[in-house]
């Protein structure tokens, strides 16, 4: 079983602030992805790393492939009220032939204005 | 970027009833999923299929699950007899760019 562990579960910050969220797992993926879902909708894709190492940004947002792939971090820089939501990273095997998605719980994002 | 949709966006069904889930993926790819989510868990694998087939499955995926191409574009999940603990959003989705995938907006199940 390939689990992914993220943290925190719930973040409250304040406008302006900083912030990294994590996704750990003892297990090696081919690739990894950043979605976020908005209540009662599907998960939409943020970005996809597949080289460990890799470094992403996305306007305020930065995000980063573990060396050994398995982990990545999603950190916001100045984070606004717009970006209130739920972060989920979601990581494919397709080395073992798995190409389904296996999800981490999330990280439920609250940013005060 | 492409949609994939997912039809009907709510449905309400008596335990033991069958239902059918629609979803029109994204055109002309060959590997399309679905996905449930139980109210505040995980997003979880159900089944993948390719070119006309099965080609993953989860240990959710039980016999009660189907998972059809009725015509070129319109893929469903029917769930055979539903039980409660089957209450859940399904997405469907399709690879989409560098790895990752388009998810439809869902269809959030009841079942009562």
């Known amino acids: 079983t390939q689990l992914l562990e993220q943290s925190p579960q719930f973040l409250s910050i304040q406008e302006g602030e900083n912030l990294t969220v994590y996704c750990n797992s003892s297990?090696?993926?081919?690739?990894l992805q950043w979605y976020r879902q908005e209540p009662g909708e599907g998960p939409v894709l943020l970005v996809t790393v597949v080289t460990g190492g890799e470094v992403k940004k996305l306007k305020r947002l930065t995000f980063q492939f573990g060396d050994a792939r398995k982990d990545s971090s999603l950190h916001i820089t100045a984070a606004q009220p717009g970006d209130t939501g739920l972060y989920l990273c979601?990581?494919?095997?397709?080395?073992?032939?798995?190409?389904?998605?296996?999800f981490g719980s999330g990280t439920r994002l609250q940013v005060q204005p | 970027e492409p949609e994939v949709t997912q039809t009907p966006s709510h449905q309400v069904t008596q335990m033991g009833q069958e239902v059918i889930l629609r979803c029109v993926p994204i055109?002309?790819?060959?590997?399309f999923y679905w996905y449930r989510q139980i109210l505040g868990q995980k997003v979880e694998f159900l089944v993948s299929f390719y070119n006309n087939e099965i080609s993953e499955k989860s240990e959710i995926f039980d016999d009660q699950f189907s998972v059809e191409r009725p015509d070129g574009s319109n893929f469903t999940l029917k769930i055979r007899s539903t039980k409660l603990e089957d209450s859940a959003m399904y997405f469907c989705a399709s690879p989409w760019g560098a790895g990752g995938y388009t998810f439809g907006s869902g269809t959030r199940l009841t079942v009562v």
């Open positions: 979601a990581g494919a095997r397709m080395d073992t032939g798995r190409r389904a998605l296996t």
């Open positions: 297990s090696v993926f081919s690739s």
């Open positions: 055109s002309n790819h060959l590997y």
